[in-house]
């Protein structure tokens, strides 16, 4: 009935959905690697723990192709169940054709925005990368698009993000509400610290290209 448990490769921790109505189906790549396919009201829950939940070091990567560029669609959810707006941390999402990275600081939600850089149907390896020790707010939040550190107009960044528990929603902001259509997959990578020598982000750029 589509994706019940996908493994976390590091660590006992898969991201699962036990209910088939909201399972994404499992579809191939044109290079015949697993992707996810979602749609309707399908989401993965990925339990927050220590290795996925940074909160001055922390971005992901992953591959999507998006069935339309219109609308907001939430891509990465992190947040506490209970939607309380202060103990949010992130959000990833493609706005329209662009991608869209909320911070969530005390109750403050500055956020950093790219223009036009999706089309429908076309795959595209999309990233944020969040480094509280960056000089400048460009340095603090990187977005990428196909290895490349895309430009981004940011607002105040903090030094770190809001604690939180509970579990990242992949493919959704929560159950119905701003749900992604397309494919994802066939991995998630993860970042929790600099790579050496960065003063952007968390990637170098030979870094980013080469996932």
């Not at 999507?64 to 103990?87: A, K, N, Q």
């Not at 223009?115 to 969040?130: H, K, M, N, Q, R």
């Not at 528990?165 to 119905?176: D, K």
Request: glycine share 12%; aromatic share 8%; net charge negative.
């Amino acid at each position: 009935n589509g994706f019940s448990s996908v493994p976390d490769l590091l660590n006992n921790n898969p991201a699962v959905q036990a209910t088939d109505a909201n399972k994404p189906a499992r579809l191939l790549s044109a290079n015949g690697l697993a992707m996810a396919d979602f749609g309707g009201d399908d989401r993965l829950s990925w339990p927050l723990i220590a290795a996925n939940n940074g909160t001055t070091h922390t971005g992901f990567m992953f591959w999507i192709v998006p069935d339309d560029v219109t609308g907001d669609e939430r891509l990465l959810t992190l947040w506490v169940s209970g939607d309380s707006t202060d103990i949010r941390k992130c959000i990833f999402e493609k706005t329209g054709a662009a991608l869209r990275l909320f911070v969530r600081n005390g109750a403050a939600d500055p956020t950093a925005l790219t223009g036009s850089v999706l089309s429908a149907g076309v795959p595209a390896c999309v990233g944020f990368e969040f480094n509280g020790n960056g000089a400048t707010d460009a340095d603090k939040v990187v977005i990428t698009v196909n290895g490349v550190a895309g430009a981004s107009t940011n607002g105040v960044m903090p030094a770190a993000m809001n604690v939180v528990t509970g579990a990242a929603n992949i493919g959704a902001y929560a159950q119905g509400l701003l749900h992604y259509s397309g494919l994802l997959g066939p991995n998630i990578w993860v970042f929790g610290a600099a790579m050496p020598g960065v003063t952007s982000g968390l990637l170098t750029p030979a870094g980013r290209l080469a996932l």
